[in-house]
């Protein structure tokens, strides 16, 4: 199946591409919270160490006495070789007393605190107070733009992270759920050919032994046994229908013959008319029967050709249109357009015929039956309207079977396979029977994917 028939709202429909991404967003959540916690642990390592070194130098300069801080002060400044720390002695006023670093505002003592940065100024800064033997301050301040710029450096990680585990999310979901899909595309397919009557057809069973196997096989063992019923019942319907109709003839041709020989008897000869009557009817209904088994049969398009469906039209209302003058309705072809299809010409001929002859048929005296043609840019409609009594919408489906009979049917002769026939015929085409309301009555109409 190629991939460009493939569209992406149905691979994120598919269970694969569905638990890729659960599976993925799950991983996903997993690393960002690891990087997460890595990003907190690391800024606390960082913070805790530059709190250290601000300690461990402020225990220093307790030590040293009052009179000695600003020398001792310089002296630390000299001699800090990474330049990351700055001191300052301030006076209770805030004036500098010593040292290179001057921070506006008051802190709290021994309590580690961060300062953003100042334009001329430095920072940002990790910045500890404490407080000289003399009442003033002594500030010991450690840069900390290194630890910033790492820990921007671990988020802008975290999100790129992210992202990039969401896309290949996503793409692994996609590519993992092509497979399957073409898979379900080519059961479909198989399955749809299945339901138009190739009963000899199996599911595709792959070597995986995945779940599509499991289940290709499941539905292969239905169909073998589905197949085998219907063969059984057709089988005991055609041969029913067949061995039947010899004996029957035969049943005819001598009531036929009792009729001629009972001239003087006429009530002998009156019954021996209707048993005539019924023995045809019996006769017709297989006759049907075994016409329809014929089409199921057939399965092959070898009879088909290219159809014009407007002569063809034409010709049905001209063979019909003298019983619709007997029974008083009035038989028309509406529309002039014109299309070729690919059809049987004979089936496709019966058909029509039969949905007329059912439309005469069920239209009382002064009624109208109309044979039309609609052509369009998709679809081809053959209809047959009538003004009739119509069918109930929850009759229709039930008038495609064989042998049904409506209740306001009874007194019309018929065999109740008209529409079985129509339905064969339509279905061995691959076209769509449908049956609606004409209101008042009912429009059949043939419908023909171009």
Known sequence: ???????????????????????????????????????????????????????????????????????????????????????????????????????????????????????????????????????????????????????????????????????????????????????????????????????????PVGRRGDELDLFAGTVNTMIEEVERVVAQVKDVTDAVAHDLRTPLAHVRGKLQRVVEHSVADSTLAGLARSAIGDLDLVLERFAALLRISELEARGRRAGFASVSLAPLLADVRDLYEPLAEDAGVTLTLAGDADVAIKADPQLLFEAVSNLTDNAIKFTRAGGHVVLSLAVEAETVEIAVRDDGPGLPAGEREAALRRFYRGVDAAAIPGSGLGLSVVAAIVHLHGFTLDLGDAAPGLVVRILIAR
């Open 1 to 203: 199946m190629p991939v460009e028939r493939l569209h992406l709202r149905e691979i994120r429909k598919t269970s694969t591409f569905r638990l890729t991404v659960l599976l993925g967003l799950v991983f996903a959540l997993g690393m960002v919270a690891l990087l997460g916690l890595i990003y907190a642990l690391s800024a606390r390592e960082l913070t805790v160490r530059t709190d250290h070194i601000l300690s461990h130098e402020a225990e220093r300069l307790r030590e040293v006495a009052a009179e000695s801080l600003p020398e001792q002060i310089a002296s630390e400044i000299r001699h800090n070789a990474s330049g990351l720390t700055y001191f300052g002695l301030q006076a209770r006023s805030g004036e500098l007393i010593a040292g290179n670093l001057r921070v506006a505002g008051t802190f709290r003592f021994d309590h580690p605190a961060n300062i953003a940065a100042r334009a001329g100024e430095h920072g940002p800064l990790r910045v500890l107070a404490i407080e000289a033997p003399t009442g003033e301050r002594i500030l010991i301040a450690r840069d900390i733009r290194p630890i910033v710029d790492l820990r921007h450096r671990i988020l802008i990680i975290l999100v790129a992270s992210g992202l990039a585990i969401v896309a290949l999310v996503l793409g692994a979901g996609f590519l993992l759920s092509l497979a399957p899909l073409r898979r379900v595309r080519d059961l479909q397919e198989t399955s749809r050919r299945i339901a138009a009557g190739r009963l000899d057809l199996r599911m």
